[in-house]
């Protein structure tokens, strides 16, 4: 398959640009800053800003022919919600959601007419789970996680798959959010969640983006993928939790594990 992948220079999608690439797929590599991509070995490398309408067309041009996308590039933000300014979260939602958004309904009519077409949204276990601090990555996610089962339903029927990825976390994690300062009143929640993630992620510590990589493969060469793959222990162990439970069960659970008294 021809694969366009988003958010390539780093991380989760640099390693999927491998995996893919080495499973003898055709891997056309985006980034915003095409030059994260100069070491990888793939069939092409483009400059795509997911947030331009300019760009996103530039880029589809070049890139030719897809048989599947991989819609990984985000942007975090980490605040309290009280504090999260407004324009950085409008950014977030512009490129974790409209963004993969405006790539798909750029390739949907070509890929309805035909009848085929493999969609990857990578999300997160934010994606279904909210945490502190996290609200606003985790609004993004949900959103992504609305529109693509949404999607599920309207074009299944010509042929087009979509799969949600929803990592757990990962090492390195994700390119560095800006340094929002926070108000005082909240220091105690800020000590309080600071290494949560070492702690559900398991005595391993967190997985690599290689096992996401592989997901992500596996569910592009598998027509039986479900719509929702979770990646890493504790997407594994978080995400049936919060089915399962309800709201106030699955709260007193998350907190007896991770010691949170806030």
């Known amino acids: 398959m021809r694969i366009l992948i988003t958010g390539a220079g780093r991380a989760i999608g640099r390693a999927t640009a491998t995996c893919l690439a ?3 797929h055709e891997v056309v590599a985006t980034a915003r800053d095409v030059h994260l991509l100069d070491d990888l070995d793939v069939a092409a490398k483009l400059s795509l800003d997911v947030t331009s309408a300019s760009s996103i067309e530039a880029c589809l041009a070049a890139a030719g022919d897809l048989d599947a996308m991989v819609n990984n590039a985000a942007l975090s933000g980490k605040a309290p919600l009280e504090q999260i300014p407004l324009d950085h979260l409008r950014a977030m939602f512009e490129t974790n959601t409209f963004g993969p958004l405006a790539l798909i309904q750029a390739v949907l009519p070509a890929w309805r007419t035909r009848g085929s077409g493999v969609i990857v949204n990578v999300s997160s276990i934010q994606g279904r789970v909210a945490t502190p601090l996290e609200g606003a990555y985790a609004a993004t996610k949900f959103a992504l996680e609305a529109f693509t089962e949404s999607l599920h339903y309207e074009v299944g029927h010509f042929g087009i798959r979509l799969v949600l990825i929803e990592p757990g976390f990962t090492a390195p994690g994700m390119k560095a959010s800006p340094d929002f300062p926070v108000n005082p009143a909240y220091a105690g929640l800020v000590e309080q969640w600071d290494g ?6 398991g005595p391993g510590g967190r997985p690599s983006p290689d096992g996401v990589a ?16 979770p ?7 978080i995400l049936p939790l919060r089915a399962q439970l309800d709201d106030a069960t699955f709260e007193a659970t998350m907190r007896a594990t991770l010691g949170l008294t806030w």
């Open 196 to 201: 949560v993630d070492d702690v559900v992620a």
């Open 231 to 237: 990646v890493g222990d504790d997407a594994a162990m």
């Open 214 to 229: 592989r997901a992500i493969l596996a569910a592009l060469e598998d027509p039986a993928t479900p719509l929702r793959v």
């Open 22 to 24: 080495e499973a003898g």
